[in-house]
Structure formats: C-alpha cells, structure tokens
C-alpha cells in the first residue's frame, strides 16, 4: 500500500545544531507540504514544493530549507534549531489524481533544549 | 489571508446522539474543502473531501455539506460512539491549504 513516512518520529536537540526531518511518500504525488502543529496556532505551512526541483516558502519559513531532488522525498532542514522550534512536524502529499485532497504522515515531534 | 475558524473548539456529548460540527471561512474562492481527524499525538486522517463544485459528501455516519456562498461547512456526525472522541480539523484549499483550529469531540459512554 502507498503510504506517506516520516522519520524520526522524535528528536532531541540542542539550540544551534542543524536538525533534518526526513518524509518519504510512495503515492507518486507531485505536491508536497510541511507543516508544524503548535497549540493555539493550528496548523501552518512551512514550505511546499509542486515537483522535482521546485519549492516554495510557506506562512512561517524562517529558520527552514527544503530541497526535493525526486518525487517521493522531501526533508526539511532546520538551520540552526531554536526553542521556538519545539513543535510537532507534518509532511503531507497531495495530487490533481486525487483532487489535491491531502494525505498526511504521522509527524515528527521535535523538542529544542 | 484565508481565515478558517471552527466553533466551537470543544464540545461533550452522550454517546447515540447525533451532532454537527461547523467550518467558516472568510474567501469564498476554494478548490476544495477536506474534513479530517486527529487522535492524540497521531496525524491527521482524511474523513471526507468536498470539491468546490459539489454540497456534500457522505461516508458511512458521517455527512459533510458545503455553502461556498455563505463560507460554510458542516460535518454531521450520526449515532455517535465513544470512539468518535477526537479533534476534528476542516482545511480549505486554494493555492494552498488552510486550517482551522479543531474542535475537540467527546463522546460520553
């Protein structure tokens, strides 16, 4: 079954070390999206990229990276981790086949000491 | 900016009863419009996505209807059960998606 995964499920890290949050999707889906998920503030985009080589800044980018060199990979690199930092991370994929409904992975939860 | 906002953000009821969960949005320029759930600490999982073009959309208990006019959704819950107690999410998509915050459901055995 297809199926979109992220690693690791949770992390620990120290304030300026560089942090990478791997998603690997294997519905063939062109759109990718990261989002985080902070209480009081839902859900808001990071980045998202519409296919190989594209990416695009989302609502709260700052501090983050993204490059998608395949269809089925889309990390996301926190520069240097803040404390601010500290949330839950979804990867989600979507397509026109499935009428760009989204499908999300199990997030990452990342803690920044 | 698309607002989404969902009312209310929590809400308790005994277990058989039937309810409704809202969605507003302020842009009435959607593609779509996607219902999901949250467990604690889990992901989200897809209920029912609503293309701009149709009202409504309906999977086993669950029935969700779509006024783009009036920047509504509602997700009708039958017959609830215990097991329905979770967050539920709507998203509403343009260029991009835009959520709302939840409401919290709990269903009383």
């Known amino acids: 079954d297809a199926e979109i995964t992220q690693s690791p499920r949770h992390k620990i890290t120290e304030t300026g070390r560089q942090v990478t949050l791997a998603c690997h999707q294997t519905w063939n889906h062109n759109n990718m999206f990261w989002y985080r998920q902070d209480l009081g503030h839902g859900l808001r985009l990071i980045h998202y990229s519409y296919g190989v080589h594209d990416t695009n800044k989302g609502e709260v980018s700052d501090g983050y990276s993204v490059s998608r060199s395949n269809t089925e990979d889309l990390p996301l690199t926190l520069e240097s981790a803040a404390s601010s930092q500290t949330s839950v991370y979804f990867c989600?994929?979507?397509?026109?086949?499935?009428?760009?409904?989204?499908?999300f992975g199990s997030g990452t939860r990342l803690t920044v000491v | 900016k698309q607002e989404v906002t969902q009312i209310p953000a929590a809400l308790s009821v005994p277990e058989g009863e039937n309810l409704v969960l809202n969605c507003s949005f302020t842009?009435?320029?959607?593609?779509?419009l996607q219902w999901f759930r949250q467990d604690p600490g889990k992901g989200l999982t897809s209920l029912l996505l609503i293309q701009s073009s149709q009202r409504e959309q309906t999977s086993g208990r669950l029935n969700a209807s779509l006024d783009k006019s009036s920047g509504r959704s509602t997700l009708y819950i039958a017959a609830s059960q215990p097991g329905d107690s979770a967050t539920y999410l709507c998203?509403?998509?343009?260029?991009?998606?835009?959520f709302g915050t939840g409401t919290s459901l709990t269903v009383i055995p």
């Open positions: 842009d009435s320029a959607i593609y779509n």
């Open positions: 998203a509403v998509s343009g260029n991009q998606f835009y």
């Open positions: 989600a994929s979507s397509s026109h086949n499935d009428n760009y409904g989204y499908t």
